[in-house]
């Protein structure tokens, strides 16, 4: 009876995909950190409209209340409710523009670049064909703009 001992292949990421996210890599981390503090804004608006439920409630008042000191608070809470609500509505438009500013911005330049030092005819001679190094210049940064986008996107909503 022999004993194996099972086997466990790790898979990493090789040729074109592996170089692109070793060359890009800290554009990569910078825009995860800019999601991550957008995610933790976003969080925060939440709180802060929680704590401005919380407060009109602890005085007594509802926004139909008809007392006058309800009218203050009312105010405030309103006040309040509208900046929150305008910080929201900001988010959502820089998460509408957020793809569009990444294609104009990195997309285009960073081809643009391979096209002008002249590593694209190096990117050509290797092992791998033009199209797999098109493919993941395109796709390995594609990915993390779409999955952030989508979390971001979550979130807000």
């Known amino acids: 009876m022999s004993t194996s001992t099972p086997t466990t292949k790790v898979r990493t990421l090789r040729g074109p995909s592996r170089v692109l996210l070793r060359l890009h890599r800290r554009i990569l981390w910078a825009a995860g950190a800019a999601a991550v503090a957008a995610i933790v804004c976003m969080i925060a608006v939440a709180i802060l409209a929680d704590r401005a439920v919380a407060d009109l409630a602890g005085t007594g008042c509802t926004l139909s209340s008809l007392t006058e000191a309800c009218f203050q608070p009312a105010r405030n809470y309103t006040d309040r409710m509208l900046g929150l609500s305008r910080l929201l509505g ?43 190094w098109l493919t993941a210049r395109l796709a390995v940064l594609a990915v993390p703009v779409v999955g952030g986008i989508v979390v971001l996107s979550a979130v807000l909503t």
């Open 90 to 132: 900001y988010a959502g438009l820089a998460l509408i523009a957020l793809p569009t500013l990444v294609g104009a911005f990195v997309a285009g330049p960073m081809t643009a670049r391979e096209w002008e030092t002249g590593s694209i005819k190096l990117s050509w001679t290797q092992s791998a064909p033009p199209s797999a």
